[in-house]
């Protein structure tokens, strides 16, 4: 409840940006999802879920892990998508997406302090 | 004796790759009783490779690049062999062939000899040796080797991949070129620039990184998506990217400026396009 209020706020906050999800990584569960304007929900969904393994790049060493990420984006001509870890939180990332002329640097800033605005008292 | 298959190049690299910085010795190629060639590894780094039924053609090389007949040549093959001088080193010496050109050579051939000695059979035995005798500034690093062998395969695409490299990522700390070849299983590297990761399995990993963030991204995201992952560095951001264009999957690692250039060229790009300027 209180994710969901938090969420709504800061989607109403951001008018340029047209919806928000909080995906789950370890559990592979979309938390919570908020959309409006002519965001399609499923294609919200499909980049919530997609968060793992963008959040994530090879490492370096010989090993095949992966290094999970702060933060990640994804642009196209019609749409911009930000992700950020919440931090003490790392399984939980938030998704933001704003229309392709959105300035990428403002959304990425918005997303991360959706992040951090959930982080778990110390 | 540990032996290890090697059907492609990409394993022979990771067989280096595994080996580590510090392994210096020779990679023996095929069955005991009938060896197909030699790669000659030292510092993590390949040396040089020798197949069967190519022991002439880095002289051939050679004259091609110094532009000297096969005659000339044949008599300077000769007269080094007579005096045990190796003829790479004696060509640079006297000033018939640049070192770059000399290191060129030899990658060429080492490409030519490892395509030939790796195959659905061929096993290879690791022979460690004490010390070394090469001159690093003439070995290879394994990702440096795989792109060439790639850009070797596939003709006229590495170079255009090169140039691709060049023109989107000019303030890159480094950036790769892949093609996906329905017969290869992983993204083939066929150009680098800047300074790639060093060992060819981490540039196949980031490939493969590359490849599976562009299709999951095109599965919610419109026309073709640009992938920007930040990565944890203690000094300055630095982020992974990944998009495809011209049928290749590009993929390079850039501070903050270098990731705003090519967001910009792109939209730039799309700009003219929508307008119908080429």
Not at chain 1, 50 to 79: H, K, N, T
Not at chain 2, 16 to 35: H, Y
Not at chain 2, 266 to 272: V, W
Request: glycine share 8%; with cysteine.
């Amino acid at each position: 409840m209180e994710l969901e209020h938090t969420m709504k706020e800061a989607l109403a906050a951001r008018s340029d940006a047209v919806a928000l999800a909080c995906m789950d990584t370890r559990a592979g569960l979309l938390v919570g999802i908020e959309v409006r304007g002519d965001a399609l929900r499923d294609d919200v969904e499909l980049a919530a879920f997609a968060a793992a393994d963008l959040c994530a790049v090879p490492s370096q060493g010989i090993e095949g892990d992966r290094d999970e990420c702060d933060e990640a984006f994804v642009s196209s001509s019609r749409w911009v998508h930000a992700y950020a870890r919440v931090p003490g939180r790392r399984e939980l990332v938030f998704v933001g997406l704003a229309p392709g002329d959105t300035n990428i640097a403002l959304l990425r800033d918005w997303i991360r302090h959706v992040a951090e605005s959930v982080r778990p008292a110390a | 004796m540990h032996e290890v298959v090697l059907r492609s190049t990409a394993d022979a690299c990771a067989l280096v790759d595994e080996l580590g910085p510090g392994a210096i010795g020779s990679i023996e190629v095929g069955s005991l009783s009938e060896p197909t060639g030699t790669v000659f590894v030292e510092g993590g780094r390949v040396c040089w490779a020798a197949a069967r039924g190519m022991s002439r053609r880095l002289t051939e090389i050679l004259g091609e690049i110094a532009m000297v007949t096969s005659g000339e040549m044949e008599a300077l093959f000769r007269s080094c062999k007579a005096k045990h001088t190796p003829l790479g080193e004696h060509l640079v010496e006297r000033g018939v062939l640049r070192a770059e050109d000399f290191r060129e050579a030899l990658l060429r051939h080492t490409v030519e000899s490892l395509r030939r000695l790796c195959s659905a059979d061929a096993a290879g035995r690791w022979m460690p040796r004490s010390s070394g005798s090469y001159c690093p500034r003439f070995t290879f690093s394994t990702t440096e080797l795989l792109a060439e062998v790639g850009a070797f395969s596939h003709g006229a695409l590495g170079e255009s991949a090169a140039a691709l490299l060049a023109e989107q990522f000019t303030d890159a700390l480094w950036s790769a070129a892949f093609t996906r070849d329905p017969t290869c299983a992983y993204p083939m590297p066929v150009a680098v620039r800047g300074v790639p990761p060093s060992t060819a399995t981490a540039v196949l990993r980031i490939g493969r990184w590359a490849a599976t963030a562009i299709d999951m991204a095109r599965a919610y995201a419109d026309g073709e998506p640009f992938v920007c992952v930040e990565r944890a560095s203690r000094d300055e951001p630095r982020s992974l990217i990944a998009f495809h264009q011209e049928n290749l999957v590009l993929a390079g690692e850039s501070g903050a400026h270098g990731t705003a250039r090519i967001l910009n060229r792109r939209a730039a790009r799309r700009r003219r396009a929508d307008h119908g300027v080429v």
